[in-house]
């Protein structure tokens, strides 16, 4: 395996774009459930370039009904991201004010993780982040109502070229 850098500036670019209108090569999940984590995973594959075409278990999307559920479900997005060994992104669990430009941050209602943003930049300390289902750009994360957060920060992907 070979491992490529995260490319944070291509996926602030994307989230910057893309984080008030929709991306059509994308199925919308507004409405089914909400399109954060699907979001979150454009911002991210902008950045890597490279799937985990894994059946079940990776990090894909080539159509609608043909995608990994870590392409848009907060929590399998989080578990991809926080055990992948294999070929794609992976990540490791880290405190908010460690986070950077380009990183992800898991919102949990004490029950589940539900949301997925992406972090855009820093104010006084505070992440300010992009994300869609209640579409923002630069939007400070304090003022998100959540039981607790998560950092995901990303440390690469894995290819075999």
Known sequence: MHFNE???NAALSYAQEWANKRNRK???FDGIGGDCTNFAS???YAG???MNYEKDTGWYYNTPDD???A???AEHFKKFMLHNKSIGPFANAAPLNQLEIG???SLNNSIVYYHTLIVTGFLDGVPLVAAHTDDA???KLDTYNYASALGIHILGANSYD
């Open 71 to 73: 392409w848009s479900s």
């Open 103 to 105: 990183d992800f941050i």
């Open 42 to 44: 454009q911002c991210l």
């Open 6 to 8: 995260y490319n944070r």
């Open 67 to 69: 995608r990994a559920a």
């Open 26 to 28: 994308y199925l919308n």
């Open 48 to 50: 890597v370039g490279i």
């Open 137 to 139: 750009y630069m939007r």
